[in-house]
T-cell receptor, first 114, second 110 residues
Framework: DQQVKQNSPSLSVQEGRISILNCDYT??????FLWYKKYPAEGPTFLIS?????DKNEDGRFTVFLNKSAKHLSLHIVPSQPGDSAVYFC?????????????FGQGTRLTINP | NAGVTQTPKFRVLKTGQSMTLLCAQD?????MYWYRQDPGMGLRLIHY???????AKGEVPDGYNVSRLKKQNFLLGLESAAPSQTSVYFC?????????FGSGTRLTVV
């Protein structure tokens, strides 16, 4: 039962254009959503997050949108840069015994072409 | 500024062998986690710990055991390795929503 899904395994975008990565979830109990970025041979690093009580969060070139009614979130990167080429994981969180258990999507490999 | 350190980085095991993966964090985080990453599957939670001396099962715990004897260390053990346990293993720690991940251990079971 895949509670968090990223249906696009890969995405290719021209440098300077907007990159839009999508994520869908099924569990309405999730209270926080996060995006992680991963380069080869490294661990994932935190990129941006959004609480379930908000619908948008912006940090520089990165904006995350949350549509609770559709159980859908998206990450917008604008303008896209070559250094943004990486695998992006969407994650959803539920509090459990004080810990924040993250459920990850399958990841989307983003390639920025010069 | 080490953060989360995983050892070893690479390992090849024969089927049936045992090994322990070590995770150490220097951020005084209460919560620690072990994930495995497989192609097309994302990261799946194996076990986690909400504090020293406590552990709990995650999504895919079978074939693994863990221990958290000290707050800064979280050990993942494979008692009898199987080819299905070939994967990249990531440890993470947190005090809240933001996880800090280690750089991973690539394990191959032949």
């Amino acid at each position: 039962d895949q509670q968090v899904k990223q249906n696009s395994p890969s995405l290719s975008v021209q440098e300077g254009r907007i990159s839009i990565l999508n994520c869908d979830y099924t569990n309405s109990m999730f209270d926080y959503f996060l995006w992680y970025k991963k380069y080869p041979a490294e661990g994932p690093t935190f990129l941006i997050s959004i609480s379930s009580i908000k619908d948008k969060n912006e940090d520089g070139r990165f904006t995350v949108f949350l549509n609770k009614s559709a159980k859908h979130l998206s990450l917008h990167i604008v303008p896209s840069q070559p250094g943004d080429s990486a695998v992006y994981f969407c994650a959803a969180s539920r509090s459990f015994q004080g810990a924040q258990k993250l459920v990850f999507g399958q990841g989307t490999r983003l390639t920025i072409n010069p | 500024n080490a953060g989360v350190t995983q050892t070893p980085k690479f390992r090849v095991l024969k089927t049936g062998q045992s090994m322990t993966l070590l995770c150490a964090q220097d951020m005084n985080h209460e919560y620690m986690y072990w994930y495995r990453q497989d192609p097309g599957m994302g990261l799946r939670l194996i076990h986690y710990s909400v504090g020293e001396g406590t552990t709990a099962k995650g999504e895919v715990p079978d074939g693994y055991n863990v221990s958290r004897l000290k707050k800064q260390n979280f050990l993942l053990g494979l008692e009898s390795a199987a080819p299905s346990q070939t994967s990249v293993y990531f440890c993470a720690s947190s005090y809240s929503y933001g996880y800090t991940f280690g750089s991973g251990t690539r394990l191959t079971v032949v």
